[in-house]
């Protein structure tokens, strides 16, 4: 990530990442390519299947370029295209919340197991054993790919967990979004480039 004014350490379970660190100034905003929303639409969250909702969150963005990808390919692009030490903090994040994540599987999406998929989705799935059961929903409705976490906290320990890192989560979603989008349009760029040179 380009360091800029605002960008600090926050911690995301027992790992630091690098993201916006100033309270006051908005996730997204109305001229970013991603966009924090206050809800999913009610098809995407039910694509959920964690036994209660406890917490959601919601962002969205274009599916410009990527329209023809399949959900699962387009998650894989944001969470396993990441810069390697991104990855590798994500999963130290994960597993220091007790989340049964597996990043050496092939059959997984950085570790997190496909509960379910279709062309337009897929839900990525772990359990913690402080009893936080997680779902990564990504979608693709029209010309928008949405992105949800879903969660149901069954326990105090799994509460007080999720409450210390809520909002460094949310700033590192974004940041992890922008980064997918900022790849995704270097990506058809430089195929433009290639045509053009042709």
Same mark, same amino acid.
């Given at each position: 990530m380009a360091h800029r004014q605002g960008i600090g350490l926050v911690k995301y379970g027992t790992v630091w990442f690098a993201a916006d660190v100033n309270p006051s100034r908005p996730l997204t905003s109305a001229t970013s390519p991603v966009r924090q929303s206050d809800s999913l639409p009610l098809g995407v969250l039910a694509? +959920?299947? &964690?036994h209660r909702i406890d917490y959601v969150d919601a962002f969205r963005t274009s599916r410009s370029g990527t329209r023809r990808w399949s959900a699962t390919r387009w998650s894989r692009h944001v969470l396993e295209g990441a810069p390697i030490l991104t990855r590798a903090r994500l999963v130290g994040g994960w597993l220091s919340l007790g989340l049964d994540i597996n990043p050496l599987r092939r059959d997984r999406v950085l570790g997190w197991h496909i509960a379910s998929s279709s062309k337009e989705h897929?839900?990525?799935?772990?359990?913690?054993?402080?009893?936080?059961?997680?779902?990564?929903?990504? +979608?693709? &409705?029209?010309?928008?790919?949405w992105f949800g976490t879903v969660l149901s906290l069954d326990t105090a320990a799994a509460r007080t967990a999720w409450s210390a890192i809520e909002a460094t989560h949310l700033r590192v979603v974004a940041a992890l979004l922008q980064d997918a989008v900022d790849r995704r349009e270097a990506r058809v760029q430089g195929a433009a480039t290639r045509d053009d040179a042709g």
């Amino acid at each position: 990530m380009a360091h800029r004014q605002g960008i600090g350490l926050v911690k995301y379970g027992t790992v630091w990442f690098a993201a916006d660190v100033n309270p006051s100034r908005p996730l997204t905003s109305a001229t970013s390519p991603v966009r924090q929303s206050d809800s999913l639409p009610l098809g995407v969250l039910a694509l +959920a299947s &964690v036994h209660r909702i406890d917490y959601v969150d919601a962002f969205r963005t274009s599916r410009s370029g990527t329209r023809r990808w399949s959900a699962t390919r387009w998650s894989r692009h944001v969470l396993e295209g990441a810069p390697i030490l991104t990855r590798a903090r994500l999963v130290g994040g994960w597993l220091s919340l007790g989340l049964d994540i597996n990043p050496l599987r092939r059959d997984r999406v950085l570790g997190w197991h496909i509960a379910s998929s279709s062309k337009e989705h897929v839900t990525l799935s772990a359990d913690s054993r402080i009893g936080i059961n997680a779902e990564l929903v990504f +979608a693709g &409705v029209g010309d928008t790919w949405w992105f949800g976490t879903v969660l149901s906290l069954d326990t105090a320990a799994a509460r007080t967990a999720w409450s210390a890192i809520e909002a460094t989560h949310l700033r590192v979603v974004a940041a992890l979004l922008q980064d997918a989008v900022d790849r995704r349009e270097a990506r058809v760029q430089g195929a433009a480039t290639r045509d053009d040179a042709g």
